[in-house]
């Protein structure tokens, strides 16, 4: 059953594979659990059975992936660390990244991360992914990775959501579209042989 985490409010939380993350209603963050690769943010690899505060910020979002975390300053401003050999910190390197990194200086309204690949709205609606491509999860047409953001389409999009091998988006105008490896029905189409 549900274990109340301190007496704090909180305002947003995300869930990596075996790390969590949460904005106090302050905009202060908070990360817990492993930290093999760096992933809370808190500049080490020595995992946390509590809440640790990473920085200090003030945040409005956080997403967490496999082992990797995003986060978005109240400025605006994106930011990444954690596992990143397959670019999924977005920094231009394929290496892990054990304090948050800033991804660009663009100022960002929605974030998402994948397994291994992370997606982000810019405030102008244009739509950026980067990391593990090879199912076609970042949306460029090419099935690589990227270790930055690569631009997605010229659509404006309001909302955005990573997976294990896909990616969700929601555009401007109301309609959803996914892209990605479509086994099982992920992408939400079926391939007719």
Do not use: K
Request: without cysteine.
């Amino acid at each position: 059953s549900p274990v109340q985490i301190g007496s704090s409010s909180w305002t947003s939380v995300a869930g990596g594979y075996n790390h969590s993350l949460a904005i106090r209603s302050d905009g202060l963050l908070f990360a817990w659990g492993d930290s093999s690769v760096g992933q809370l943010g808190n500049q080490n690899t020595i995992s946390q059975q509590s809440p640790v505060q990473i920085g200090s910020s003030s945040w409005t979002s956080v997403a967490g992936g496999l082992q990797h975390s995003l986060a978005r300053r109240s400025d605006g401003l994106l930011f990444a660390w954690g596992v990143g050999n397959l670019g999924q910190i977005g920094d231009g390197f394929a290496v892990n990244r054990s304090s948050p990194v800033q991804i660009g200086s663009s100022s960002w309204t929605s974030i998402a991360a994948g397994v291994s690949h992370s997606l982000a709205i810019r405030s102008d609606g244009l739509l950026f992914a980067w990391g593990l491509g090879t199912g076609g999860q970042v949306g460029d047409g090419f099935a690589v990775s990227r270790s930055s953001p690569v631009q997605i389409g010229s659509s404006s999009w309001t909302s955005v959501a990573g997976g294990l091998s896909h990616s969700l988006a929601i555009r401007s105008d109301g309609l959803l579209f996914a892209w990605g490896l479509g086994t099982n029905g992920r992408v939400g189409y079926r391939d007719w042989e």
